[in-house]
Structure formats: C-alpha cells, structure tokens
C-alpha cells in the first residue's frame, strides 16, 4: 500500500498568514493526489486533484504543488474559515489511502 | 444537487453484521461511482471500497474477507454489508461519490459503535 505522510499533525497560524502543508507518498504517484478540507459539523470538502487543479468552488488563495513524491498545499492570507482538517489523499493505486491529517487552528 | 446520506444503526454488537445504507441524489449510480470511506474515533480515514458504474467492486484487501458493497439503482440506493465486527470497526462511516478515485462529494457520516 502507498503510505502517505503527513510530517505536520498540528499548525497554529494568525488571519492573513500564508500557510503550507506538506504530504509525501512512499512511492511515486505521479500527480494522482487530492487535497480535502474537512470543519467541524460540515462533510469533507475536496479542495484539490491532480495535485494542482482547484476544484470548482475553491478559492484562488488555495494551490497545490509537487509530484511524483512530494506535494504541498498552500493557503494564502488566510481566512477564519480555513481552520480545520486537512488531508491528503492518493488516487495513483489501489487502496486508496490518506495522510493522516493537519489540523490547521487559529493561533 | 449532489447529496448522499448514510443511514443505519448506531449500535452493533460484537461479532454482528453490519448494514449500512447510503442514499444518493442529483447524480446517477450507472454514471458515478460509490466509495465507502471510515475513520474510526480520533484517527485517519480508511478507503473500504466502492461499487463502480458499471456495477463491479473493489474492496480494500484489508477489509475484504469481510465487506461487501452492493447497489438498488432503482432506490438510488448503496448498501454496505461488513460481518464479524469487532470493537476496533467502531467509527464514523462515510460514502463518497467517487470519480475516478477523487471523492467529490462526501455523505455527513454515520457514527457506528461496536459493544462487546
């Protein structure tokens, strides 16, 4: 199984900051990765796939970057919504797996 | 719009069966596949499986001996079936609406316990 990495279990930023988190793949997978966000009551929320493509509805203060093993998101100036959950999942193979999460928290 | 929802008991005894429903609209079940997502209390997510378009499943292998998804496109319904629960399958369970292994659209979950 493709075990994804997320280093950072916990990270602490102000409004307006720019925040990155991070994810690695214990192999390569290509670009088949997605990003979701998930809040406390709300249903999980896909943010990203292919790495990059921002679904519809994602604002632009949102990226993703990296392939093959590594990948980052990217928050820009950020808003009070954006705290919570974030995962990284792999689509490249079979099972499906995810990082174990960031929770991203209003410092 | 797309929703899907989960519904089922709250409470299984050890050694049970399970039986999960996961109910869906503004989408097809013979267009979209259906993936079946669980994160036990505290901890990540887990991929179990899904029911594709066309009607086949894969299954996570950890969960195979166990699991079996199957689908009522008539009741835009898909039904997850999981025997010989033990307290370790407690957890939140979700159903996604899944292309092509990106989960688009995500159920609110039902929270499963397992009593021993």
């Known amino acids: 199984d493709v075990q994804m990495t997320q280093s950072l279990s916990y990270l602490a930023a102000s409004p307006g900051e720019s925040v990155s988190i991070s994810c690695k793949a214990s192999?390569?997978?290509?670009?088949?990765l997605a990003w979701y966000q998930q809040k406390p009551g709300e249903a999980y929320n896909l943010l990203i796939y292919?790495?990059?493509t921002l679904q519809s509805g994602t604002p632009s203060r949102f990226s993703g970057s990296g392939s093959g093993t590594d990948f980052t998101l990217t928050i820009r100036s950020l808003e009070p919504e954006d705290f919570g959950l974030y995962y990284c999942?792999?689509?490249?193979?079979?099972?499906?797996?995810f990082g174990s999460g960031t929770k991203l928290e209003i410092k | 719009q797309v929703q899907l929802k989960e519904s089922g008991p709250g409470l299984v005894q050890a050694s049970e069966t399970l039986s999960l429903t996961c109910t869906v609209s503004?989408?097809?079940?013979?267009?979209?596949?259906v993936s079946w997502v669980r994160q036990p209390p505290g901890k990540g997510l887990e991929w179990m499986g899904r029911?594709?378009?066309?009607?086949?499943?894969d299954y996570n292998s950890a969960l195979k001996s166990r699991l079996s998804i199957s689908r009522d496109t008539s009741k835009s319904q898909v039904l997850l079936k999981m025997n010989s629960l033990q307290t370790e399958d407690t957890a939140i369970y979700y159903c996604?609406?899944?292309?092509?292994?990106?989960?688009?659209?995500w159920g609110q979950g039902v929270m499963v316990t397992v009593s021993s």
């Open positions: 996604t609406r899944d292309t092509m292994g990106i989960f688009d659209y």
């Open positions: 503004g989408f097809s079940l013979i267009s979209y596949y």
């Open positions: 029911i594709r378009s066309g009607g086949s499943t």
């Open positions: 192999k390569s997978i290509s670009n088949y």
């Open positions: 292919s790495g990059s």
């Open positions: 999942q792999q689509y490249y193979e079979k099972p499906l797996t």
